[in-house]
């Protein structure tokens, strides 16, 4: 096992490779601590170099209610206004801490996902 850091695409590809074919090595072996270092070495390469944008808080709310099921009218009834939840979700009106507090609560999400700054509609 010759461990080296990520310095290239190509090292990156020929990593990637390698995590595949041991993708099923079982923890404490040696091909198991292989497993752990390397994807070590790739999250390190892909935070650096693909770094993830911080999600839109309304598109963040807007998936979260697709992937539970759930319509406008539960998140009116979250927020206790039915036009408030109108006013967010068409970005006319701003989340406040207490509507985030509330969200990241009853939908057991990080309020990170919520706080940062996003655009409001004339």
Request: glycine share 4%; no cysteine; net charge negative.
């Amino acid at each position: 096992m010759e461990i080296k850091p990520i310095k290239t695409e190509a090292d990156y590809d020929s990593t990637l490779e390698r995590i595949y074919a041991i993708f099923e090595a079982k923890p404490g072996t040696d091909e198991g601590d292989e497993l752990d270092i390397l994807t070590l070495l790739v999250e390190n390469y892909e935070r650096i170099h693909y770094p993830m944008e911080k999600p839109d808080p309304i598109e963040f709310i807007k998936y979260l209610m697709e992937l539970r099921g759930v319509g406008q009218n539960e998140l009116a009834s979250l927020l206790n206004s039915r036009s408030r939840a109108s006013e967010i979700l068409n970005r006319r009106r701003p989340l406040t801490l207490a509507q985030i507090r509330k969200i990241s609560n009853a939908w057991d999400v990080p309020v990170e996902s919520m706080i940062s700054e996003y655009e409001l509609t004339a």
